[in-house]
């Protein structure tokens, strides 16, 4: 089946990227996210470095785009497919993928709408012809959490905790309580509640001089001062009970994808909170969806749906048969910029997995 699909993909992706099974670390280590970083096997080089059984495609197809494809800014669609190693509690820990990377596109609806329209014809070819799709868009979530004005820190942890409805559920409720403050006091966190940024690091750098310590040897006193801050006004803040419901009234929004958009102002009718660009584009990917073919009927919209990749902005979704998820991908346009380029390139892509394919076949 893996040929098939190949073959089947090349056609609509027509560039090439060899991937090696053997990987370096790093670029996994530092972009992927927790969810993957456990499940990665490491090995070390005779010459000390760090290298990594090939656990996905999506972050080396990438590196080959910056590095070996001439003008990375130019629209380039890979297909590939083959093994992928993960460590698992229990069962197989190598998985047969294939799947499609779109870069560099800058028409990000003609993208989005293209990289599913291709899920869906390879999984028809595959004798899946109606799988489920659950489908959540970041952007919407990020819209909602800037208008409730949090302090930043709590803001970034809402995001990180995206797509995982449970721990996002936790941390509004531990928000909505209240942490208390145990800090023990002294003369740093005395000016760190004040907020007097400029006496704080003046006082760390007195306290760093007195113990012999380089600036440069660690984190700057300036950092240190941000971070102390931080935390205070953390374990200081409170979410209010109307955003506690803000919150949890977006994130439980649930429809036919047909419906999302009516859905989606009824939302901002109620609270107040315009979607603005990103409602306007969501608008569009379905418009865009229903020029390319692809069947509105058998998508549905979770706005709390995410993926455990930190890599991931924008459109996410995942293809299943009952239970199963069998394929999922979305968009991450930030994900180059963290791989060293030094202009963004947007991006798309999604892979299927064959071993669960087979098993729901």
């Not at 090349?10 to 060899?18: F, G, I, L, T, W």
């Amino acid at each position: 089946m893996l040929d098939q699909l190949l073959s089947h993909l090349r056609d609509v992706a027509p560039d090439r990227a060899e991937i090696d099974v053997l990987q370096p670390a790093d670029p996994f280590l530092e972009t992927a996210g927790e969810a993957l970083r456990r499940r990665i096997f490491l090995t070390e080089s005779v010459e000390g470095q760090i290298h990594c059984l090939r656990p996905e495609f999506t972050i080396p197809i990438c590196l080959h785009h910056l590095t070996q494809a001439g003008d990375a800014n130019t629209p380039k669609r890979y297909a590939y497919g083959g093994t992928v190693f993960r460590q698992a509690r229990e069962g197989a820990a190598e998985f047969l993928q294939t799947g499609l990377e779109d870069l560099g596109n800058g028409d990000l609806i003609a993208a989005d709408s293209a990289c599913l329209r291709d899920l869906v014809s390879a999984l028809a070819l595959a004798g899946i012809a109606s799988p489920k799709i659950d489908l959540g868009d970041q952007n919407l979530f990020e819209v909602v959490v800037e208008n409730l004005q949090l302090p930043v820190a709590i803001a970034q942890r809402l995001m990180r905790g995206f797509g995982s409805p449970q721990l996002i559920e936790d941390q509004i409720d531990r928000l909505t309580r209240g942490e208390t403050d145990q800090t023990e006091e002294d003369a740093a966190t005395s000016l760190a509640r004040s907020g007097d940024r400029a006496a704080l690091i003046d006082h760390i750098e007195q306290r760093m001089a007195q113990s012999n310590i380089a600036p440069q040897s660690g984190r700057s006193p300036a950092a240190i001062a941000d971070r102390m801050i931080e935390k205070i006004q953390e374990s200081q803040f409170r979410l209010s009970d109307t955003d506690a419901g803000i919150l949890r009234a977006f994130l439980a929004i649930q429809s036919p994808l047909q419906q999302a958009t009516e859905a989606l102002e009824q939302f901002a009718k109620r609270t107040g909170i315009e979607f603005g660009a990103a409602g306007k584009a969501f608008q569009q990917r379905v418009t865009a969806l229903q020029h390319v073919g692809v069947g509105l009927d058998m998508i549905t919209y979770k706005a709390s749906f995410g993926r455990g990749l930190e890599y991931y902005t924008g459109l996410l979704f995942e293809a299943r048969v009952g239970a199963t998820s069998i394929a999922g991908g979305g968009r991450y346009d930030r994900l180059c910029s963290l791989l060293g380029s030094k202009l963004p390139i947007p991006a798309v892509g999604f892979s299927i997995s064959l071993d669960r394919l087979e098993d729901v076949r």
